[in-house]
Every structure is written in structure tokens, then in C-alpha cells.
């Protein structure tokens, strides 16, 4: 007794329950990642590291309940780095849900999500890490972005002229990041965000996916404006990073962060540029008798800019050009510049694809690194 | 190709093998918590907190294999809280099944279950977390209840008149609850439960429901009384608790546990009240040479009281009062009790309800508090 | 709305997506372990411990993607003791994720597995958990088995007359076993593996499978030979074991294991054997001062031989004789001698069966051990 089911890379059950009373989509993907990497010491290649890895293992189920105005997004990591970051705030246990939220259109274009997603933080953050124009996300993405966290969203989308669009999101969050079960310490996070698309909706929500695939006609761009607010914030990365212990509790502070980030595509060619800035009322942690504790707020900026074309044979591509500042006098981080050239053929879209680039990783004052990486991805 | 399926909270898939050959029902829920707490200090409210959760996300798969008289049940827990309780015991992993159960009709009414369930302790623990009346259990239950664990499962029913049912329930398990792998520590532990319903069948299993969603026509009655015995226990609270771990092994003790219960419902009232005692031989901690260890067996007495009243509309206003009496002379617990008041709005049952309930906490010689809680739920 | 499957046993769904661009199988299986165990001290048995196990809890997915000559497997490990092995270098998380691996064959005969996946290793430790002869494996496997790693493997076949087929394998992996998130360690590990079925396939890949259940008409035979360099392993058993720490990294050495192992099956009769030996080039580790650690490689030699007759009322009664003789000198561990008996009764196959074996455990210059173990075993 064979069950038929869809296409390819469309999802491997999608069910609709009797009188449409509910729908789900399960689907899973995974992603094999082989790297190597190595020093390169006035020209000489040293300290060569290599690695495989099943990067990511993922479960999603999505649809609505009830009525389509109710729907619902669950996803799962089942890999060993999906699930990393358990800690006593998390029960010591593995972070295995990754979405886990409600959204319900309550009224004409507005929504009300709760539960754990991912917050309208930067754009390169919110495509999915299945729709990525290279093999992973950039430093940019790595030292600033807010990821997901436990709380409320609302979201809201209206049209200035016939093709203009703009969207809305405000999300009131615990602050701690996703799957915290010790509650909200020191204050609720607050994050808005605006979205323009002066030129009418990307086909298929190309907006938040890396590359062309959809090869639009006519150009299309999509900007957006982050501003997150963590009020007595209690980690080094406002709900990332670390926590800022002090011997008798956490050190509290307002963390800001500042995203403008811009999505272009026309045809084959596709631009994604993000620049972020972190900033903090005080942003060395310190002891309530004022000594510091050693950690500190990541405060500074980056940029990313990355660009790439696709070819009619579905082969890709692409450059990247990343820049991490965060402030030395406070971090004592130096300067990171990162240029990756991409390559990548999309076999069946994102949900079939070899991926494979090139990084040079130039860091002040110490040796530059050469990194190489190849991932097969796969999208049921 | 879409796949039909069942209507909404009847189960993902219902599965049917061929000829009959075996049954599998899918199930999946979820509980999405807002919650807020303040300190009462002389009727200022202080140190208030709040968070966000996802309480509970489950997976529960049953039906049968090869014979109806063949019954198995896998409940997994995926939210983090669900899979908490990781520790050497445990092999250093979460707890990530619940229940793993075989249950085979061997013999007309008799049925042998073996593997991880549910023990058949108080009745507020077996009602699952799903069908609750308030957003989550008693104190009574935190403090007293026998959980799940591992081993094997006498079940038997008679009719004593023709609506005069009798159950009975016999468990030998490890004793130190469930998910552990290092063995049986200590002695084995012995559940026997014995369930009256004089008044006929509640509809839908309603005696393990809260709620009176099925309004009964006619009073409907059950009382259950347990009793168990955990030979030489090594745990504070029977097999729950923390281990009393001394210098070179472990603190082992005798716990009784007895559990009185009862659940009244007639149209849309519903009663239920539970008593609880945990005794222990002795109950203090000892090294070999009597010095205490510092840990006790969570001795003493609890009383749980809720009444609740459906409305046609499918809202339900509800109450409850507990009580929680441990030996302070041996446990430095001082007596608690607990007033709540429920509101409950049943969209589609328990399959998707939104419940909200307010508590007071009042703990002789501290401050009281106050406690708001909002809960989602949805249940396929 | 009841799903339709296939007979129990075959697969929980059997999917085909439109055209045929792709496949899933999913499947379950869970086993129910009661085990007991006596120190013998001079003829009276002392120190009896006993447990209760959900041994084992699987989820297995597998097919092909766009084309049948792109195979995947998944296979998750949901039980406590499936998971455990968590550290640092899994990023302290659980080892959920069992066999995460595609296979291609992307020439005639030739197939590039890549990803996670058991090495072509012993015998016994490749046929699956859920297809053993007896309730566990032997401690030949125990104790040298090289298990999952995560990496490539080349495999081939080809007929060397109509009936004497060949395989070879080939893998290189990271060397430090699965799951592992922190790179690679030390260098590669190389496993090269040839096996020879000089009498044709067994029916139903039963060289791989545990007891005569197919009953060969004809003898069938298979021998396999495995060769397995650890490059500058780090761990004690080559990429299982313990990590052997130093002071500033780890001890590295060059680890060989070698296994010879045989299956032969005639009609209801069935013997595998098999013979491993491990090696380092220096077994004991020491820090780079020359001192020793306390940590050394296990080397040394063990033999397992088991044989089994099925009845045609699918009860099989089976011997086995496992031998580890670890160098004492070095390792300090004595010889050990198994003798197990066991009895099994296949219900439906290895799909559902009840199996118990008595074991006798003969340790030099300890006292002798008795087990007993009874599992129950479902596969959908």
C-alpha cells in the first residue's frame, strides 16, 4: 500500500483534514558539510583543519487549524549543532525546538503570533538556513543578529501606491533567546521593524531567499530597518552571546541594535547588503561594587554585501564581502574582513543543491586564514 | 497530491495497516504559557516576574500490532521543560520519552502492560496534561504524585452490578521514576489502585477528564484509592524527588505513598478532590554512622479540592483550593495553600481551549503571592 | 478518514511522490528489556541487581530522492540510552542522530556514500540492532567495534563467476566516532573492507541478519575482511572509547584494528564468527614529558562464535562463545569468557519476537557472573 504524495522538494505530507478543518505540511531537510581550513603564515599554509558534518538536520510542520485565519509552524533540529546551547536556562536540556508559534490574522491585515520564532531582525537572518545564497550566513550575521526568542509579534502590511508595499512587525520578547525555561531576567526585549518593496512583491517571496531562482522580469527591491530595543539586558550579544554573571546575579544594561538591510533582484542578478550596529548604555559588565567582571557588551558595527548571478544551467555565482568593527577599546576584537566567492548549481532549487565557496579571512594583526567549504542540501 | 485525513483533534494520521494487520494513531500538541507572578508584602505587590513558554509540545503515537488484543503507546516530549530531569541516571540525555508501553490483553479483562507509563497513582496525574480543567496541576500533585516509571502492569476490570464497575491495577517497577538507565537502585516499587464507579461509565472516559465537556445526563461518580510502597527507596519523594545520596552509596528508606480520589460529574458540574499522605520508616538521611545527610523523605499530607460549572457557550468558570501539610519538624516546610479561579474557553474541546487562572499562594509566615496564568492550547 | 498501509512490519508510510521523483519508508522499533545479573561467590549467587529498559527506540526514514540512484538514509535514536555519549565534542548535546548519510551511485557498480553511517566494520555490528540473534551483541563487539563515523566510503560489487560475488568498501572518516561537532581530531581514519559470497546472495540480505529466518535452500556463505587504520587516533578503542586527554591536547598514535568475520546459513541453521585484534603503534599514552597518562589503547585480540537453530515453529534455540583477551600487560584487564544460551521466538520475524538468553560470564581471578535478559521487540 503505497501513499502518493507530491513532487519533489515539496513537502512529504501535506495533509487537509475532513471539511478543510485543518491542514499540515511536514517536510525535513538536511545539509552534509565538508570544510577546510588554514592558516596562511606569510604565505606558507599551516595548521590545515578538516571536517565533516551533518550541519543540519531539520523537521517542519506547518498549516492552519480551524480556520486558515489560525496557523501554526513547528521546527525541529535534530543535529547535534541545531540543538547546541543547552544550559541551565535551557533545563539543561537540548534546544530542540526551533519554531514554535501561532499566527493569527484576528483582523484584515493584521497578526498576532505567539510563541517562540524568529524575531524581524535582519534580513540575511530570516532566510531560511535552506535558502542561503552560500554555504552558511556571514559574520555579520554571526556577531549581530537577534535570532529567535519566547514572546508576541504583531504584524501588519498595507499598500502606499498599487506596487508599493510596506510591512510592520513589533515583538515584545523575553530577551534571553529561544527555549529558555527560567523566565524573563532583567527586562523585556522590544524590536521593530519596516519593510518597503517600492516595486510590488517578489515572485515567490524571493524577498527572503538567496539568489535569483525566480529570475523576475522586472526589478524588484525589498528594504528594511530593525531597531531591537533589550531593556537591562543580561548577555554580551543583547539576546545572544553569553550571560553577564555578577557574583550575586546579572549585570543589566539597555543593549540597541540597528539593522538597514536591502534585497535587489532582476532576472539572473541578486544583491543582499545588511549593515548592523550594536550599541550599550554601559556596555562593560560590572560587579555591584563596580569592578568589572570581564565581560562586555559586543558593541560596534558590520557590514555585508554580497551579489551573484545565476545562469540559465542553474549554475551559480556569487561574492560576498563581510566587515565586523566592534569597538577594540571595549571588546579589544580586531578588525575582520571576510571575501567568499560562491559557486553553486541548484539541481531542484534550494531543495536540491551542491554548494561550495571560498573564503579569505583577513584579520588585523594576526595570520589571514583560507577557508574552503563544500555542502550538499537536501529538501523534502 | 494532497492526503486526506481525519477532522480537526482526531489525529494527524489514523492509520489502518493492511488486512487490518495493525492500527497507528498520530497525535501532536502543544502548550503556549504566558505567565506573571508578584510578591503580596503587606498589599504592595513587588518582585514581579513574568515569562514565556512553550510549556509542552508532545508527539503520541498508539493503536495496535498484529491483534487488537496487542495495544502499544509512545508519548514523546519535545519542549524543553518536557524533557528535563537529565542527569548520570538518565545516561546524561533529556527525557525524551514519556511513556513507551506495550499492553496486551492476555486474557479476557486481564491486561499485562510493560515498559515506561504512567503509574496508576492520584487521578490528577493520570488526567493528561492535555485535558486539564485549570492551566496546570496542584501543588498536591507537585508534592505527591508517583509519575511514570518503569516495569510492568497488572490491569483488571469486573462489572460488580450492571453499572457497578470495578477496576484494579497492580505495578512493580524500578522505583526511581522514568527515563533511567543505571537500574533499579534499591528496592522495587509497588503500586496497587483499586476504582470504583457505582453510577455506570462516565461518557468518553470522562472520569479521567477535566471538565464536564460531555454533560452527562445522569450523575456519573468514580473514587479511586492507592497505595504504594517503594522498598527501600532512595529518592525524597518516593521515585520522585532528588536521590539521598551519601558518602558511598545511597540512603535507602521505606515510602508509603496512599492517594484517595474521587470525580463527580453531572450535566455541566464537575467535582474532583484528591488527598494524598507519603510516610517513609525514616524518614531523615543518614551516612552509615547516623550522621544526617541533610536530605528527607518529603513527608506529610495534601488535599486538593476543584469544582467547576460548563456553560452552554462551552465557557467554564472553575475553583479550587489546596492544601499542602509537610511534617515541618522533619522537612522545615512551612503548611501552604492555594486558592485558584479558572476560566476556561473551549474552542473545540481540549483540542484547542484558551485557559486562564488566577492564584493565591499564602505560605504560613512568608509573604503571599499572586499568580496570573494564560495558556493555549491545540491539540491534532 | 483512515489512511491505508502495508502489512505490519513493512513501514509505518511506504510513500512515492509524483513521477516517481522520490521515495520514503518510514519506520519505528522500540525493544522492552527485563534484565537480571548474580555475582557468583562460590556457588551461592550474591549481589543480584535487576532493570527494567526501554533498550531501544528508533525512527528510520529512507528512499531515494529524483532519482533511485540518489538513496538516503536516517535513522534517529529516541531512547535514552540510544542518545547518551554526549560531550563536549557534540556539542553537549545528545546523540540523536544515528545514520544521516546519502548514497550514490554515480557509475555502474560504484556508490559514494557521504555523511554519517556505520563503518564497514564486523559483521555483527552491521546487522542492525533490530535483526540480532540474540538480546544484544557479544563483547567482541563491545569491546572493537568501530561503529559510526562521519565521513565518505567508496563500495563496489561485482560477480567473479555467476554465483561468487565480491564487495569492497572503502571509508574515510573523521576517526573520533559519530556525532562529533568539533572536527577532526588527530588525522583521518581509513576502514577498507572485502567480503566474498562465493555461493551466491543469501535471500533476503540475510548475511546481514541475524538467525536462518529465510531458510536457505541451498548453504550460503559469506566472508568479510576488514582492515581499519586510525591515523594519529586520540581515542582508547581507535574512534570509540575515551578521549586520551594530555595536559595540552591529546596523545595521538596510530591504531589498527582488524576484524575477520563469516556467516553461514542452510536451511534452518545458522553460525556467524568472527575474529578482531586491535593495535597501536604505542598503546600507552603519555604526556609530551613522557609521562603517562593512565589512559592506554585497548589493545589485544577477541573471538565470538554463535550458532543457532530455527524450528519450523519459528522457535530458535542458539549458542554463542565470546572471547576477549585484552593484552593484560598493558591494559591490565583479564581474559574474559562468555558462554550465552539463548531462545527466541519469531512472531513475525525479527519484526515482532520475544527473545531471552542466559549468559555465563568467567572472568580470570573473579568471580563468575550469571545474567538474564528477556526483550521484547516491535518494528513498524
Not at 151 to 178: C, K, M, P, Y
Not at 321 to 346: A, H
Request: net charge neutral; charged share 20%; proline share 3%.
Amino acid at each position: 500500500q503505497e501513499i502518493p504524495s507530491t513532487k519533489f522538494g515539496k513537502g512529504i505530507f501535506n495533509i487537509v483534514g475532513k471539511d478543510s478543518s485543518w491542514t499540515m505540511k511536514v517536510g525535513a531537510r538536511m545539509q552534509f558539510l565538508t570544510l577546510a581550513s588554514w592558516e596562511n603564515d606569510h604565505g606558507e599554509l599551516t595548521n590545515g583543519e578538516a571536517a565533516f558534518l551533518v550541519r543540519r538536520a531539520r523537521l517542519k510542520f506547518d498549516g492552519y487549524a480551524l480556520t486558515p485565519k489560525l496557523e501554526y509552524k513547528i521546527e525541529l533540529g535534530l543535529s547535534n549543532r541545531d540543538m547546541s546551547g543547552s544550559s541551565i536556562y535551557t533545563s539543561n536540556t537540548p534546544r530542540f525546538i526551533l519554531d514554535a508559534v501561532m499566527k493569527w490574522n484576528f483582523y484584515k491585515n493584521f497578526e498576532l503570533w505567539f510563541g517562540q520564532a524568529k524575531l524581524p531582525g535582519n534580513r540575511e537572518r530570516i532566510v531560511s538556513s535552506g535558502n542561503l545564497q552560500f554555504v552558511d550566513r556571514s559574520i555579520l550575521n554571526a556577531g549581530f543578529n537577534i535570532d529567535r526568542d519566547l514572546g508576541i509579534q504583531f504584524r501588519h502590511h498595507f499598500n502606499l501606491t498599487d506596487t508599493f508595499i510596506v510591512r510592520e512587525a513589533l515583538a515584545i520578547s523575553q530577551g534571553e533567546g529561544r527555549n529558555v525555561t527560567t523566565g524573563n531576567i532583567g527586562g523585556f526585549q522590544y524590536t521593530g521593524r519596516l519593510e518597503f518593496l517600492p516595486l510590488g512583491l517578489f515572485p515567490n517571496k524571493g524577498d527572503y531567499i538567496g539568489g535569483s531562482l525566480s529570475r523576475p522580469e522586472t526589478p524588484k527591491l525589498a528594504i528594511g530597518i530593525t531597531y531591537d530595543f533589550n531593556n537591562n539586558a543580561v548577555k554580551t550579544r543583547s539576546n545572544q552571546g553569553s550571560y553577564m554573571l555578577t557574583e550575586n546575579g546579572f549585570y543589566e544594561t539597555n543593549i540597541t541594535t540597528l539593522f538597514v538591510d536591502a534585497m535587489f533582484k532582476h532576472k539572473g542578478f541578486s544583491f543582499m547588503g545588511e549593515y548592523a550596529n550594536r550599541d550599550a548604555e554601559d556596555p562593560i559588565a560590572k560587579e555591584t561594587d563596580g569592578t568589572p567582571t570581564g565581560q562586555v557588551v559586543q558593541v560596534g558595527n558590520a557590514v555585508n554585501l554580497q551579489a551573484g548571478y545565476l545562469f540559465k544551467s542553474n549554475w551559480e555565482v556569487a561574492g560576498r564581502f563581510s566587515n565586523v568593527d566592534l569597538s577594540k577599546s571595549i571588546t579589544g576584537e580586531s578588525l575582520v574582513n571576510e571575501y567568499t566567492l560562491g559557486l553553486s548549481k541548484y539541481i531542484v532549487g534550494h531543495k536540491l543543491k551542491v554548494q561550495t565557496d571560498f573564503t579569505y579571512v583577513d584579520t588585523e594583526n594576526i595570520n589571514s586564514r583560507l577557508a574552503y567549504r563544500l555542502q550538499f542540501d537536501i529538501h523534502f
